[in-house]
């Protein structure tokens, strides 16, 4: 576009930028208050540092084990959706059999059944081969529900890859499975990561499936966590605030160090998805 | 290439039973057994089934509270979609316009998208109580004073603020792709037969969009329409059920008054809205295709 206006457009990009970040500047600098001082002072810059909030708060939150549980269940759900959702995807794609038909139709129209519509049954099943306070029952659980939009972001991606590659192989001898981890597995790196990249914010932001399956305190993700913390700690902001900014650095610290490859998997699962 | 049948049959079932099981397991089991449960009084303990016919569907129709919960779900879809689909395509816009540190207003701007919902309300929730006050305090404007999540109209309004800040730049990034999919020779020609910026972008760039509107539009709609962790954290639902979206309505009937059958029907109910918007959206997608 021309660029009369430009001047124009980056102080008004800029303050709503700023817009943006009030909430994440608010919370920030109010965790460093203490009581009396958040009652009157909201705006204004701490008149001095408190870490003692940190403290108790991390305390508090069982940080460092709500924070490793997240991590087992991010880490678990994206192995086995990654993995499982490959083979299926090549499978799928290579060899188009007309049960291998049916299979691809059947994961299609799984992809529009929303969470709240299985719920109820889903807690019944995991409770039946004794998954319920179990971070592999939240694990497994979140491979059944991530294969099927994986299998499709993968599919696309195999169908663009030539045969030829795969046939020298299978005219090597090698079996089917030697050949997938050594010849087409890797050739998959960019869609993994797209993969990994979208289910990787699911898995850690989800709220829901977690809260249903885990009720013991000491297996809690970090959504869980807080949401206990909020309810416990109802309106102690000098203990809340802190604990919020526990709950985000995380996410904001991958985010910043893979922002360009985060950027561009967020949008090509957007457009393929 | 071929495979002996013995070969066939290993290779299907290492590579595509996991999917198989793990997929009926934990979506088409409890797909079934939801549809199945709706017809049925169930409190989820017992192992007596009774079975009642449609009268759950028909309870459902006349429940007054799910209606407010559909009602509010689709109002709150309604306006998010419509001013997070404006504010995120006006964003684009700018930071197309290759104006020093788009780079960094975009990376911020989508900040709020990649964090728990749970974390924005109650992130929000300070703001709402406390921070905006302080500010109407300060500036002496009452608007800013107002009990924003204590009335079911101002609770409303919080609710599709917090919603616009987290998928505005979700949206903004998808527009940007888009509008960096227009080829330059086309913009600069347009420029040469004297086209003004809004003529460039009514004409020339809107066309180019029409992909991106409507994965933009159907994402808005989706993410709203199944909205929890938000109002779950910000406002419970409340004031008075004024802000509890079909999505926690369920939740409540299923796992805190313990109605399965009754909340399956409802779960059945919703999941049928869920469906009509997706096949309006494979119609659009397919008449593009055609186009």
Known sequence: ?273 | MKESRKTRILNQTMFVLPTVILFSTFIIFPFVFSFVTSFSKWNGVSNVFQWIGVSNYLKVMEDEHFLKSFVYTIENTAAVTVIANIIGLLFALILTCKIRGSKFFRSVLILPNILSGIVLGFIWKFIFMKGLPAFGELTGIDFFGISWLGTPTTAFWSIVIVSVWQMSGYVMLVYITGILSVPDNIIESAYADGASNIQLIKHIIFPYLKPSFVVCIFWTISKNLLMFDLPFSLTQGGPYKSTETLAIHIYREAFEKNNYGYGSAKAMVFFFVVILVSIVQITLNRKKEAD
């Not at chain 1, 678990?76 to 691809?104: C, D, H, Q, W």
């Not at chain 1, 305190?217 to 000098?238: C, H, R, S």
């Open chain 1, 1 to 273: 576009m021309k660029t009369k206006y430009k001047t124009l457009l980056s102080v008004l990009i800029g303050f709503c930028v700023v817009l943006f970040l009030i909430p994440f500047y608010l919370v920030l600098i109010n965790s460093f208050k203490d009581n009396a001082e958040l009652l009157t002072n909201i705006l204004s810059w701490p008149k001095r540092f408190i870490l003692d909030n940190y403290q108790r708060a991390f305390s508090q939150l069982n940080y460092t084990k709500v924070f490793i549980n997240s991590l087992i269940v991010t880490i678990g759900s994206n192995a086995g959706v990654t993995v499982f959702s490959a083979m299926a995807a090549y499978r799928l794609e290579r060899y188009p059999t007309r049960m291998n038909k049916v299979i691809k139709l059947v994961l299609l129209s799984g992809l529009i059944i929303p969470f709240q519509v299985i719920m109820i049954p889903l807690m019944k099943v995991l409770k039946s081969i004794h998954l319920i306070n179990s971070l592999f029952g939240v694990i497994l659980t979140y491979w059944g529900m991530g294969i099927a939009f994986t299998v499709f972001l993968f599919r696309g991606f195999i169908s663009s890859i030539p045969k030829e590659v795969e046939e020298a192989a299978f005219i090597d001898g090698s079996s089917l499975m030697y050949m997938f981890w050594k010849i087409v597995f890797p050739l998959l790196k960019p869609v993994i990561f797209t993969a990994v990249t979208i289910n990787t914010f699911w898995f850690w932001n989800d709220f829901l499936l977690p809260q249903l399956i885990l009720s013991k305190k000491e297996l809690q993700t970090i959504p869980i966590a807080i949401n206990a913390f909020f309810g416990q700690y109802v309106m102690k902001w000098d203990l809340a605030l802190p604990a919020l900014v526990m709950a985000i650095i995380p996410a904001v610290v991958v985010f910043i160090c893979f922002q360009k490859y985060i950027v561009e998997g967020m949008v090509s699962g957007a457009v393929k998805g």
